[in-house]
Nanobody, 127 residues
């Protein structure tokens, strides 16, 4: 079991930055996959990025590559999502989620591969 708590959402103008945090608790933190996802009402949940907490490998959605950075602080059991050059299309509720490795590696940030979810944090980008 993994419990996740997100923080750091808020409102920002286009071109600005925000950093989201996802604090995880549970006995397997250092060998799982943690991802960030976002969802807009009426649309499917979209994968943004993921990190392998053990190996440190990362993967990004094409829509955020070069603007968002996922990182981790294993001493704090926390995964971050640094979001730069935000635009109104990034407005959504952002969730972090945890899931297992598959065949020894973390999958792409597909929501179907992640089983433990946080409560979400709202990010609003105004033009």
């Amino acid at each position: 079991q993994v419990q996740l708590v997100e923080s750091g959402g808020g409102s920002v103008q286009a071109g600005g930055s925000l950093r989201l945090s996802c604090e995880a608790s549970g006995s397997t933190y250092d060998s799982i996959c943690i991802g960030w996802f976002r969802q807009v009402p009426g649309k499917e949940r979209e994968g943004v990025a993921r990190v392998d907490t053990g190996y440190g490998s990362t993967r990004y959605a094409a829509s955020v590559k070069g603007r968002f950075t996922i990182s981790q602080d294993n001493a704090k059991n926390t995964v971050y999502l640094q979001m730069n050059s935000l635009n109104p299309e990034d407005t959504a509720t952002y969730y972090c989620a945890a899931g297992p490795r598959y065949s020894g590696s973390c999958p792409d940030p597909d929501p179907r591969n992640f089983y433990y979810w946080g409560q979400g944090t709202q990010v609003t980008v105004s033009s």
